[in-house]
């Protein structure tokens, strides 16, 4: 079954990988962020697919740190670029001007890149330094 899991995660990760070239997702901030988390997701849970398959024993400590922040990034990383999309879909489809002034779409930009990317580095960061790791607390 590990096989299967690590194939169709890898499958997956190509798949994804494909959309990056196209203009209407490398121009788009959470469209973009979307892919990359997406494929970064896939590929720790292919790898942890093969790595674990058939036995349970921890075998490389740091590999399960590093999967687990990554993991909750994208937790946190994923809705925040889907709230961008949103944001946008209600600009567009409400009766309000849109705006084409570089200043506000320079802050858009600078909002969706911060919910993308940037809160999500926070949180990681804030959940490694305040989660003590198994067997260090008292």
Same mark, same amino acid.
């Given at each position: 079954?590990?096989?299967?899991?690590a194939?169709?995660?890898?499958?997956?990760?190509?798949?994804?990988?494909?959309? +990056?070239?196209? %203009?209407?997702?490398?121009?788009?901030?959470?469209? $973009?962020a979307?892919?990359i988390?997406l !494929?970064?997701?896939? &590929?720790?849970?292919?790898?942890?697919?093969?790595?674990?398959?058939?036995?349970?024993?921890?075998?490389?400590?740091?590999?399960?740190? +590093?999967?687990? %922040?990554?993991v909750?990034?994208?937790?946190?990383? $994923?809705?925040?670029?889907?709230?961008? !999309?949103?944001?946008? &879909?209600?600009?567009?489809?409400?009766?309000?001007?849109?705006?084409t002034?570089?200043k506000?779409?320079?802050?858009?930009?600078?909002?969706?890149?911060?919910?993308?990317?940037?809160?999500?580095?926070?949180?990681?960061?804030?959940?490694?330094?305040?989660?003590?790791?198994?067997?260090?607390?008292?």
């Open positions: 079954m590990a096989v299967e899991l194939a169709l995660s890898f499958v997956s990760v190509v798949l994804l990988s494909v959309f +990056i070239p196209v %203009k209407r997702v490398r121009t788009s901030v959470p469209s $973009l979307i892919l988390w !494929i970064g997701c896939n &590929l720790v849970h292919g790898i942890n697919a093969l790595i674990w398959a058939g036995n349970v024993n921890v075998q490389v400590v740091v590999w399960c740190d +590093i999967v687990t %922040k990554l909750l990034g994208a937790n946190v990383a $994923l809705p925040g670029a889907f709230l961008c !999309i949103s944001r946008h &879909l209600e600009l567009i489809s409400s009766k309000r001007k849109i705006e002034d570089l506000i779409i320079r802050y858009r930009t600078l909002l969706e890149f911060l919910f993308c990317y940037i809160i999500p580095v926070i949180y990681m960061a804030l959940r490694a330094w305040f989660l003590p790791l198994p067997g260090t607390a008292n």
